[in-house]
């Protein structure tokens, strides 16, 4: 069982940034950060592949977020530029239990979630 916990989150205004850590207490393969919006569905913001080859971002964030990780230190990070109020949400780091080729979008296939960190973005 690897334990996640997520850190980094706050307040900003609008056009800010803020950098998300993750740190898992184990070895992990495929990672992602998720978000959930008050009244919304969870929805995946961006994943990487297990040794980091691998990106895929959403639509709605591609260009302002970079998720990176650093297997030494067990951490994975999502850099976060140009916030704006809609990126406000909980952010969750997500991670499988064994590899997965290339990268994939869907929940259902990261065994391990943290607790998750707010982000608020004002404008």
């Known amino acids: 069982q690897v334990q996640l916990a997520e850190s980094g989150g706050g307040s900003v205004q609008a056009g800010g940034s803020l950098r998300l850590s993750c740190a898992a207490s184990?070895?992990?393969?495929?990672m992602g950060w998720f978000r959930r919006a008050p009244g919304e569905e969870r929805e995946f913001v961006a994943v990487?592949?297990?040794?980091?080859?691998?990106?895929y971002y959403a639509d709605s964030v591609k260009g302002r977020f970079t998720i990176s990780r650093d297997d030494g230190k067990n951490t994975l990070y999502l850099q976060m530029n140009s916030l704006k109020p809609e990126d406000t949400a909980v952010y969750y780091c997500?991670?499988?239990?064994?590899?997965?080729?290339?990268?994939?979008?869907?929940?259902?296939?990261?065994?391990?979630w943290g607790q998750g960190t707010q982000v608020t973005v004002s404008s």
């Open positions: 997500a991670a499988a239990k064994s590899a997965i080729a290339g990268v994939t979008v869907d929940l259902n296939r990261y065994e391990y």
């Open positions: 184990g070895r992990t393969f495929n």
């Open positions: 990487i592949s297990w040794g980091g080859g691998n990106t």
